[in-house]
């Protein structure tokens, strides 16, 4: 079990609106920052890696920083239980399958699967295993079912369905991506800001899937005055999708004037990365996170 404790935010987020006061303290951190020499980098190209792969194990991954804050409004509201939703292997799922018992909360999990799974026991393979191990009730949609009626619309359902059962449950959204599991990314960049004092950087890489890991970076690399430029390589969606959808969380953390009007366009730069599809590599790819792996020792998943 954990408990709630304290938050104040960094100094350069002081004068945000409405910032959260409570936290659960659920990651591993700092997690590390140490070079990493990829084969084939340019002369004169100095590139490091920030290890939240390693933030915890069954909450490994960069969705436990959110839910720090997201957990413990659920607490602190006095929830019994958790809803959130995404793929039939979501790392999200797991850790908030994970960290909701840390915290005493049941959770619930709509995962999204082909139509033929969907009908039948999704079974034990990957996250599956973890999230039946820690006592997660799964409930399998098409993709079909999912694209049909969104996200906020399934479990805003679900929640119905266990409001009348007498359970009062807490919905986390995809990938914990709202202005308040921003926050987890806001902290993020007070912590990368110690641990890169000295270094130099001058630019900030990241995979963006729903968007407030991107949010949070950006915005906290702009208020702290690093002086980076921050790039989101989108997995999914479009880089309009993105950026309009960034957008909408700095409207939710920070009023234009806290941030100098900035925008999601000022302060990212989005680019499609999604190949041929979520989820899917080709063998180009995949001889990549090979060649990685083999010469660094760390597998870039």
């Known amino acids: 079990m954990v408990s709630l404790e304290a938050y104040t935010p960094p100094s350069w987020a002081a004068h945000l609106p409405n910032p959260p006061t409570q936290r659960l303290r659920l990651a591993v951190t700092p997690s590390l920052l140490h070079p990493w020499p990829l084969p084939g980098l340019p002369p004169g190209l100095e590139l490091f890696i920030k290890r939240d792969d390693l933030t915890g194990m069954q909450l490994s991954g960069n969705k ?71 006592g997660a009730h799964i409930h399998t949609v098409t993709k079909e079912e999912y694209a049909a009626a969104g996200s906020r619309a399934l479990t805003a359902q679900l929640e119905r369905q266990l ?65 980076v430029r921050v790039h989101g390589y989108a997995v999914c969606d479009s880089e309009d999708y993105f950026y309009a959808f960034i957008d909408d969380l700095l409207d939710q953390v920070a009023p234009a004037e806290a941030r100098g009007g900035a925008g999601a366009r000022d302060l990212i730069r989005i680019a499609e990365a999604k190949g041929v599809g979520y989820g899917i590599s080709t063998d180009e790819e995949l001889a990549t996170v090979l060649d990685a792996a083999q010469a660094t020792g760390e597998a870039p998943w």
């Open 64 to 134: 436990v920083r959110k839910l720090e804050f997201l957990l413990a409004k659920a607490k602190a509201e006095g929830h019994d239980s958790v809803i959130t939703i995404g793929g039939i292997q979501s790392n999200h799922a797991r850790a908030t399958a994970v960290a909701a018992r840390y915290c005493g909360l049941d959770s619930h999990l709509i995962l999204r699967t082909s139509r033929l799974a969907a009908d039948s026991d999704p079974g034990l393979v990957g996250n599956l295993l973890v999230e039946r191990l820690v």
């Open 163 to 227: 409001r009348g059962q007498g359970a009062n449950p807490y919905v986390i959204p995809v990938g914990g991506s709202n202005g308040l599991g921003t926050w987890g990314y806001l902290s993020f960049v007070e912590e990368l800001r110690g641990q890169a004092a000295d270094l130099g950087l001058t630019d900030i890489v990241l995979a963006c899937g729903s968007g407030s890991t991107a949010a949070g970076i950006a915005l906290g690399s702009h208020l702290a005055g690093l002086g």
